[in-house]
């Protein structure tokens, strides 16, 4: 999130959702929404393939075919262009590459975008004068938009249709990407996933090099813990497998058509700590992986029911994990913002916390030391020094906090300790909800939980990302300067006529490194500053150019143009593509998805069109599928499944079906039905007649597991342990399909046919 939920109660006047259902989803975040309705008279407007909980509080809800949100938002696009709606001032001196955009939008007419989409073309209209002329707007979005294999050509077009509104960097504005699990912003941030190290430093070695500083560590040690370079390519600089296609790395598991997996090893182990796998894609193929692993360790609080999808009958571990609630830490907001947490209880039973488990893990295979010595360093003097020595533990979780600060610079770390945040939690009431800034005593002038980039200790934290109203000192900035200095003969810094407030650097500036820094800033640095500096401020562990940054008032990140193109990617601007199994074969052939992607991308090969093309899909599987969450159930559904109270809120699995389209197929209220996929995959669940969905979808909640293909797994939980309803997981028959960049399954967007059972 751009903003938070307290600028939006404050300041919004129109409120944009795509492809998110607050209202059941983050109850909470959406009681801002409703009362930004009830103080601003702020409008509501709702797109969404399905008519949610959060559409019926909307003042207008347009239902749009899933996956067509980028032919929508053009479709918005050119009629602000038409009417000159757009923030000529901002794109003049502060973007790149919006010509681009205003040319690609000319195409998606209102009538383009009615067939496209399936709305209407006065609804488009309509969507576009309200949002384009209230201002400050805000736009809102979650799953419906991420989970396609567009989904990282939805986020773009999302963010650019604020850039061209002038609605970013301001109060009641913002693109807010609503956070899913308690502390997923967290873990994102701290790298949990297959493709960087914390941060988002990516893998290269100037990457590694980076953290053996802080971790005090050698490099050429770190190097020793890889596989030697093969075909070409160096091991420890290559992503992962994702969370979406680990299981085809496991030797033997057949991938689908001409997938490709390049590897240097087989997936032999898999070690599951806090997801519940059945939440993931094509839970068929993970049954294969998990029955040819050699071993498959759960450390859980639950008994993940991972654990019972293979009829495994040995090489599988439970270790007992315990809850937040018996640990000690920070968790990151939505809103970037931490939230300090006390241990309410000690580890009950046997149960280890999270760090307790990975630490003992490290002793036994003998890196304990290399592991832990990142907490044991401080700085001195501009210098890291280890302060604990390698056989004195170090102190959880103040130390690890400190290493962070130490270290992850690339988002603003540097300013968080567990005092500050200590200090944060214990002054709750001492915070303006609406702003977030600290009313008075200890906290006064800091934003809540110091929402990051917080640049160092008097830093109070970024309450509204790209701020350039507001000092330096107070949380602004300008655009960041990111992807080099020129592009196409066109500079990427700022225009010369604008600086941010109280910003002693006038105009555009590149982010700032060692070699510019003396003449951005017109300083001279001092031989010891040379020698002690860091390349760039995201790898300056002496924190000498954030000293700079502050006497300048100058954030280190740039003044620059926000641009529209990513030269990297296979679409440099967004384009609407069809999904890959479509619905309307007439379309495929003129938005046909990517090209086949034949560079591994996360160790795998990704079909796109080969896969769209081989047949007219919507023939055999006439149906969309789609999918929901309910609110009694979360995730993989393991842990509220096991609660009396919170099962009977949903006893069995179903899916949601227009009555018109379930009596085609003779299928009554509350009879069974099976549902067929494109690779041959089956559940069988209650139908559920339903007017939320039209005829032409279904859409089905994703928390069960238990039951696959209509096979009673039952038999396989460990005494005592079956929640009390298990189900079939709609993962079974979720479509292929995966975004090109991030491997993001193609969750809400696919094809089905449907029987009675
Ligand atoms: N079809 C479909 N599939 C989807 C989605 C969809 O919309 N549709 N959404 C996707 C999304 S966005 C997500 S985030 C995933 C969510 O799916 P999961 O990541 O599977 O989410 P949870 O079920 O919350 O899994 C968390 C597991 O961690 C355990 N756990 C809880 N607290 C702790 C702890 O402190 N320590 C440890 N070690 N374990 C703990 C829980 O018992 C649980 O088994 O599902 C994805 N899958
Ligand atoms: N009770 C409960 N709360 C949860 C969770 C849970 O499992 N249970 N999970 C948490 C997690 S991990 C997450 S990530 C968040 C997710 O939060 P949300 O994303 O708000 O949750 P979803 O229900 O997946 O909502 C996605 C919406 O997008 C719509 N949609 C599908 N395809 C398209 C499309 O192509 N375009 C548009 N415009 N809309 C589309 C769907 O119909 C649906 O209404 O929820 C969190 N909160
Ligand atoms: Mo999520």
Redesign the pocket.
Known sequence: MTNHFGDVVANTKCMLI?????A???PIGFKHMLQAKDRNNAKLIV????F?R?AAKADIFVR?R????IAFVYGMLNIIFENGWEDKELIAKRTYGVDLIKEEAKKYTPSEVADICGCSEAELIQVTRLFATTKPATLFW????TQ?SVGSSNTRILAILQLVLGNIGKPGAGTNI????DN?QGATDMGCLADTLPAYYGLDDGAWKHFCRFWGVEFDYMKSRFAPPSDGKNWMNEKGFSLSRWWQGVKGVSPYGSDKTVSNANVRVLWVQGTGITSMAHTVKIQEALKKLDLLVIAEPFVNEVAILADRPDGIYILPASTQFETEGYVTATNRAMQWRNQVVKPIYESKEDQEIMFLFAKKFGFYKEYTRGMKMQLQDHKLVQVIPDDVDAVWPDDATREMSNGLLSIGLRGISANRLRKHQENWANFDPDTQRGIGGAVKGEYYGLPWPVWDEKHPGTAILWNANVPYEEGGMGFRNRFGLEHNGVSQLADNSFTPVGCKVKGGYPQITKDNIEKVFNIKLNDKEKELMGASWSTDISGIILEKCREKSACCLGNARARTIVWEFADQIPKHREPIHSPRWDLVQKYPTFDDQEKPNFRVTTMFKSEQLKKDWSKEFPIII??????????AGMIERTSKYLSDITPEMFANVNPELAMQYNINDGEMMWIHSPQGTKIKVKCVHNHSVTPDRI?LPY?FAGILQGVDLSANYPEGTRPYTIGESSNTVTNYGFDPNTQISEF??GLCRIERA
């Open positions: 795509f492809g998110a259902n607050s059941v989803a983050n797109i969404d393939p399905i949610t959060t749009i899933p996956g067509t949100d979650a799953l419906g938009i396609h609503i956070r899913g699990h997923v789609s999918s929901m969450r309910l609110v009694n159930l979360s995730g859409c928390n809400n967007a």
